[in-house]
């Protein structure tokens, strides 16, 4: 969610993310692994304050996952 203190939109959100793996398939517009650590949210787009993405994942085990970078 997208809870900016200034009302701002926020985009190229970029999550640290290891080497991230799903046994089921998410659409690459909503999350996708780039490169080691480092997962693009949205495709990159804005996320307009207040609204939320989300999506499933499968693995046995869970991915800590944490925003490295945003745009405001």
Do not use: E
Not at 10 to 21: A, K, N, R, V
């Amino acid at each position: 969610m997208n809870v900016c203190t200034t009302g701002c939109d926020i985009s190229s959100i970029h999550l640290t993310c290891g080497w991230f793996s799903s046994a089921r398939l998410i659409n690459p517009r909503v999350f996708k692994r780039l490169r080691y650590n480092d997962c693009l949210v949205n495709n990159g787009n804005r996320l307009a304050n207040g609204h939320t993405i989300s999506f499933q994942y499968a693995n046995t085990f869970r991915y800590p996952l944490s925003v490295s970078s945003v745009t405001c």
